[in-house]
Each structure stands twice: as structure tokens, then as C-alpha cells.
């Protein structure tokens, strides 16, 4: 089975930019999405299919994948950008597990 | 728009059964688009993806809790249910229910979550 990577915890000063990385053999087959969670708050979803942004989602928000590596970027980084992000995808094509990431918290200073 | 709602007990007593409900408005748990999941978040953890239900009946269930899990569905009601047995205070969490879109081959996502229910195993 396969398991998702996170940095703990990434810092950011408001306004400059940021990366996430999500690290897993799964990355290799399949997309990685993205989700914010807020404290108290459900997660959102904010990057699918490994770079596409649902409706309603700021631009400043993007998405890339190199083999076994996801990347979430958040350019101009603002206070409402703070917050827990997690990756998710299926575990492979023998196993539908569905996977997260540990989870990396944001800090916007 | 599709909104979903958790609901079910708040506490719950060890080595009982946890039993809780997500209730889908605003469109219908009979569509061949979506999975059912439910995920829980224990206090000051990461998420945790518990199984899915498929509108034909269809489940999966991660294997770490697979021996005590059971997920449902009841189209009439447009809901789907959880029920995890013999639960001990490590099943303490938040847990959320979620729509899972079928994007394609390689492509599924969480794109609606319930706001999520906090359950206390204690006794």
C-alpha cells in the first residue's frame, strides 16, 4: 500500500510565495487533489485532477506533479490563505484505498 | 446546490456501536457519478478516509477498519450511514461525510463534505 508524505508545518510571509509538496508512490498513477481546512471548518476541496481549480477558487492557487511528487503553489500569500492542506488520491489500481496526506500547516506571517 | 448532513449520538459508550447518518439535499445518492465516503479527523489529527458506498450497493472499506465497519445506503431517504462496532476511545473524532466525484480513469475528488459531527467514545 502506498502512503502520502507532508511537511509538518510551512511558513509564509504575506504576499510572497509559497509550495506545499505531497510525496507518494501512488503519485505515479494517479492525480493528487488538495484540501484547505480551516480550524472548526470541513476541508475544501481547491486543486483536482492534479492542477485544476473548482469554481470559486482564487487563481493565486495552482497545482503541478513531477513522478512521485504533487505541488500545491499559493502566489501572493494572504492571511485567509493560513490554514491545514492536505493531499488525497487512490492508493493504486489493485486497491481503491483512498489516501491523505498527514497534512501541512500554513502559516502566513 | 448539494449539501450534505451528518447526524447521530455525540457520545458514544466503549465496545458499543457508532451509528451516524449524512443526509444529501439537493441531488440524489442514486447517481452513477459519485462514491459516498465517510472520514473522520481524531482531535489535532490529519484526515482519515474510513469507506465508500456506490449507488448499486457496491463498498469499500479501508483496511485498517474493515473488520469493523459497515456502510449503507437508503435511496428512498436519499442518505447513507455509517456503523462502526466495538469502539474504543481511539475512535474518537470528527467525522465528515463526503461526496466523491468520478472525474475519469485517474480522477476522483472530494468536492462536497458534510460539516462534519464530533463523536466521543466515553463512558
Known amino acids: 500500500s502506498s502512503e502520502l508524505t507532508q511537511d509538518p508545518a510551512v511558513s509564509v510571509a504575506l504576499g510572497q510565495t509559497v509550495r506545499i509538496t505531497c510525496q507518494g508512490d501512488?503519485?505515479?498513477?494517479?492525480?493528487a487533489n488538495w484540501y484547505h481546512q480551516k480550524p472548526g471548518q470541513a476541508p475544501v476541496l481547491v486543486i483536482y485532477?492534479?492542477?485544476k481549480r473548482p469554481s470559486g477558487i482564487s487563481d493565486r492557487i495552482s497545482g503541478s506533479s513531477s513522478g512521485n511528487t504533487a505541488s500545491l503553489t499559493i502566489t501572493g500569500a494572504q492571511a485567509e490563505d493560513e490554514g491545514d492542506y492536505y493531499c488525497?488520491?487512490?492508493?493504486?489500481?489493485?486497491?481503491?484505498?483512498?489516501?491523505f496526506g498527514g497534512g501541512t500547516r500554513l502559516t502566513v506571517l | 446546490q448539494v449539501q450534505l448532513q451528518e447526524s447521530g449520538p455525540g457520545l458514544v459508550e466503549p465496545s458499543q456501536t457508532l451509528s451516524l447518518t449524512c443526509t444529501v439535499s439537493?441531488?440524489?445518492?442514486?447517481?452513477?457519478?459519485?462514491?459516498w465516503s465517510w472520514i473522520r479527523q481524531p482531535p489535532g489529527e490529519g484526515l482519515e478516509w474510513i469507506g465508500y458506498?456506490?449507488?448499486?450497493?457496491?463498498?469499500y472499506y479501508s483496511p485498517s477498519l474493515k473488520s469493523r465497519v459497515t456502510i449503507s445506503l437508503d435511496t428512498p431517504k436519499n442518505q447513507f450511514s455509517l456503523n462502526l462496532n466495538s469502539v474504543t476511545a481511539a475512535d474518537t473524532a470528527v467525522y465528515f461525510c463526503?461526496?466523491?466525484?468520478?472525474?475519469?480513469?485517474?480522477?476522483?475528488?472530494?468536492?462536497?463534505w458534510g460539516q462534519g459531527t464530533m463523536v466521543t467514545v466515553s463512558s
Open positions: 463526503a461526496r466523491e466525484t468520478i472525474l475519469g480513469p485517474l480522477e476522483d475528488a472530494f468536492d462536497i
Open positions: 439537493g441531488g440524489s445518492v442514486n447517481s452513477a457519478s459519485y462514491y
Open positions: 458506498i456506490y449507488n448499486t450497493g457496491s463498498t
Open positions: 501512488s503519485l505515479r498513477n494517479y492525480y
Open positions: 485532477g492534479k492542477k
Open positions: 488525497n488520491c487512490r492508493d493504486s489500481s489493485n486497491n481503491p484505498r483512498r489516501v
